[in-house]
């Protein structure tokens, strides 16, 4: 890949130097945008399917109707993708209600902003590297999630500043993280989620995850997870859980799509750490993105 990636803009291949969006769109302005971040696996976008459900769902929320086919949007990823010469990769794309008169009310017609970007990431699958060097740090943090009354939870917007106000929390004096992520609760004091993550734990051999009843992500991760449990066996259950309950767990881990299933190493300095929970799951993950992609 270049030192000047290669990015599709509204339908055309454009140098990130000379990539821009007017200051007039709405993705701009307020946030009015939906986003997925996906992961490229030997050049196979790993669960397309439900990234494009997911989608769908974001731009129903927003009453974005923009109009484009998922065999498009997925033809321009792969324009993008050759551009940049990359078959492992981390994928974003935006869809934005574009350009409209300056109110906040939005007009019905959408002309889209679309924009795709890649970056390079490492091999996946069962003979692949691990983005994350080591296992997370994670520190507890006052910014809760939004209630999905305010903002529904399972659209992903780029309204983005709930999540960034929790990361804000970690820096110190001299505006250094003191943790990898930040863990967010609901507004009744139950764990929720990370800043960009799902979270996970294990008590006495059972998976436990927080409900997407509450103000929590549905994860295409987190959903493929859950799937292999059920697979192999491992029981699992999805509550509502306080702090105390993760502190307790004999293994913690996270997850979202860049990361994949990445262990606590310390909750607020207490150690949990990975086990033989979070690392059958682990090899099962990769399993499950080499018969995918890799073995096509």
């Keep these: 890949m270049s030192d000047d990636p290669i990015y599709h803009v509204d339908g055309e291949l454009t140098p990130a130097s000379a990539a821009t969006v007017s200051v007039d769109d709405r993705g701009f302005r307020y946030g009015d945008a939906a986003f997925e971040t996906m ?6 976008i790993f669960a397309w399917d439900a990234h494009m459900e997911r989608l769908e769902r974001t731009c129903t929320a927003l009453s ?7 065999a498009d949007l997925h033809d321009r990823i792969d324009e993008t993708l050759a551009a940049n010469d990359l078959e492992d990769a ?3 794309l935006s869809i934005t209600r574009g350009v409209q008169p300056g109110k906040l009310t939005p007009h019905p017609d959408v ?14 699958g069962v003979s692949g590297d691990s983005v994350w060097d080591e296992p997370a740090t994670v520190q507890t943090v006052g ?35 003191t943790a990898d992520e930040a863990l967010m609760f609901d507004c009744e004091d139950h764990v929720a989620e990370g800043a960009t993550s ?18 929590v992500l549905p994860g295409i991760t987190r959903a493929i997870v859950l799937e292999l449990a059920a697979e192999a066996g491992i029981s699992f259950q999805e509550g509502r859980y306080d702090l105390a309950a993760v502190l307790e767990a004999d293994e913690a881990f996270l997850t ?15 150690e949990i750490g990975s086990g033989p929970v979070t690392d059958r799951l682990s090899r099962l993950y990769d399993e499950r993105v080499e018969r995918a992609c890799y073995r096509a």
């Design 90 to 92: 981390y994928v974003r």
């Design 198 to 215: 799902n979270l996970w734990f294990v008590r006495d051999g059972e998976l436990c995850t927080p409900t997407t009843d509450g103000p």
């Design 111 to 124: 002309e889209p902003t679309v924009v795709i970007y890649v970056k390079p990431l490492p091999r996946g």
């Design 256 to 270: 979202n799509r860049t990361w994949e299933l990445r262990p606590i190493a310390t909750l607020d300095g207490h």
């Design 64 to 70: 974005l109707a923009h109009g484009l086919a998922a």
């Design 143 to 177: 910014t809760r999630r939004i209630p999905s009354d305010a903002i529904p939870a399972a659209a992903k917007t780029h309204n983005y500043l709930n999540g960034i106000l929790a990361r804000a929390e970690l820096r110190d004096d001299d505006g250094q993280s």
């Design 39 to 44: 992961r490229v696996y030997g050049g196979t």
